[in-house]
T-cell receptor
Framework: KAGVTQTPRYLIKTRGQQVTLSCSPI?????VSWYQQTPGQGLQFLFEYFSETQRNKGNFPGRFSGRQFSNSRSEMNVSTLELGDSALYLC??????????FGDGTRLSIL | DQQVKQNSPSLSVQEGRISILNCDYTNSMFDYFLWYKKYPAEGPTFLIS?????DKNEDGRFTVFLNKSAKHLSLHIVPSQPGDSAVYFC???????????????FGTGTRLQVTL
């Protein structure tokens, strides 16, 4: 059974640019959540999508946004990139009532 | 404000012995707790969870204990194996009993090293 797939695995951008990260959940999973991991702040919840609707949101600025498609695939977008956005971005999917399963993440570096 | 705390950044245990990883939380609304294991360059892997209606959950070598009055949970690994060497994260959520845990609050992790 395929796991959660995140693309790309690595990305380098410069300040002011925008970036889009992609996540394909485990087949049948309709909930997709995004997390940011940094050395200083640890793992922090960004947002969760379920059936194409944002169901939960963390404490991140509006530069961070996401969406979910009808096939449950999700994208996360960060606009006007800042140096502090350098992080590992993790996506997790789950069936309702089950724990989340994580992908291996996209490592984003901002120069 | 760190609502979930893992006060030991690292732990070293001999192979075959018990590993005990601890986690404290401050938000009394949390009602579902999970442990994840993370290897370098990989995403976290779910290990075991516990609902606040229980005080213990066991799965093979892994047991999680929950003390609601102390707002404390622990993960016991018995016996510890070299392959258990990884970073362990405690996570908590308010899921209203659904087990969905869609908004996880993570601790900072404990690096476990199991030595031969």
């Amino acid at each position: 059974k395929a796991g959660v797939t995140q693309t790309p695995r690595y990305l380098i951008k410069t300040r002011g640019q925008q970036v889009t990260l992609s996540c394909s959940p485990i087949s049948g999973h309709r909930s997709v959540s995004w997390y940011q991991q940094t050395p200083g702040q640890g793992l922090q919840f960004l947002f969760e999508y379920f059936s194409e609707t944002q169901r939960n949101k963390g404490n991140f600025p509006g530069r961070f946004s996401g969406r979910q498609f009808s096939n449950s695939r999700s994208e996360m977008n960060v606009s006007t990139l800042e140096l502090g956005d350098s992080a590992l971005y993790l996506c997790a999917s789950s069936l309702n009532g089950q724990p989340q399963h994580f992908g291996d993440g996209t490592r984003l570096s901002i120069l | 404000d760190q609502q979930v705390k893992q006060n030991s950044p690292s732990l070293s245990v001999q192979e075959g012995r018990i590993s005990i990883l601890n986690c404290d939380y401050t938000n009394s609304m949390f009602d579902y707790f999970l442990w994840y294991k993370k290897y370098p360059a990989e995403g976290p892997t779910f290990l075991i969870s516990i609902s606040s209606i229980k005080d213990k959950n066991e799965d093979g070598r892994f047991t999680v204990f929950l003390n609601k009055s102390a707002k404390h949970l622990s993960l016991h690994i018995v016996p510890s194996q070299p392959g258990d060497s990884a970073v362990y994260f405690c996570a908590a959520s308010q899921d209203g009993g659904t087990g969905t845990a869609s908004k996880l609050t993570f601790g900072t992790g404990t690096r476990l090293q199991v030595t031969l």
